[in-house]
Structure formats: structure tokens, C-alpha cells
């Protein structure tokens, strides 16, 4: 069992930063794949952002070039630096991850982009 805890929730203005944390109970050495995804009021989680265990990060057209996923192994914590935000940017962050064919998600952290 995987328990995923996001941290970093804030209220930011277009065009500013946050980094979300991501805390893992297991080893994300061990972990395929670690993803961050959202969802914004009245609408469908969607995918943000995945990075697998062989170091390969793939991002969402809409976050490509805004967002970083970044890793500390030695933490066990998984990190979303995000930047130049928009209003659209709103919505929880959620944690996820698949280990031996079981789905964990964190409970999730708000970002409200708003002036």
C-alpha cells in the first residue's frame, strides 16, 4: 500500500509561481511511474504530468513548458514547479500512482490563480 501526500496549496496571481510536494509512504525508486493530475470545478480530473522510474517525463500540451516535475529520491518526494500561471490553472492537484496494478491517489492541494 502507497499512501501520497500533496502539500503547496495556494492563492497566486496570473503570471506567478508555486511548487506542489508530493509525499510518498514508499520508495519512489521502486515506483514505475509517479503523476500529477487535476481537476478544476465542474470538470473532468485530467492528466498533468507523468515521470517514470527510467526518467522520462511526459506533460500535458497545456503545461508543457510552464510545469517541472522533479524527483528526490533520497525523500521520497515528488515535486511540481509550476510558473507563469493562468487563471485556468485553477484546480485540486491530485498525486498518483499505479504499484502492482493498484491505483493511489493523494488527497489532493488546491491552486487558485486568480488576481
Known amino acids: 500500500q502507497v499512501r501520497l501526500v500533496e502539500s503547496g496549496r495556494g492563492l497566486v496571481q496570473p503570471g506567478g509561481s508555486l511548487t506542489l510536494s508530493c509525499a510518498a509512504s514508499a520508495s519512489i525508486f521502486s515506483i514505475n511511474a509517479l503523476g500529477w493530475y487535476r481537476q478544476a470545478p465542474g470538470k473532468q480530473r485530467e492528466f498533468v504530468a507523468t515521470?517514470?522510474?527510467?526518467?522520462?517525463?511526459n506533460y500535458a500540451d497545456s503545461v508543457q513548458g510552464r510545469f517541472t516535475f522533479c524527483k528526490d529520491y533520497a525523500k521520497n518526494m515528488a515535486y511540481l514547479q509550476i510558473s507563469s500561471l493562468k487563471p485556468e490553472d485553477t484546480a485540486v492537484y491530485y498525486c498518483?500512482?499505479?504499484?502492482?496494478?493498484?491505483?493511489?491517489w493523494g488527497q489532493g492541494t488546491q491552486v487558485t490563480v486568480s488576481s
Open positions: 515521470s517514470t522510474k527510467g526518467g522520462s517525463t
Open positions: 498518483h500512482t499505479v504499484v502492482n496494478g493498484r491505483t493511489y
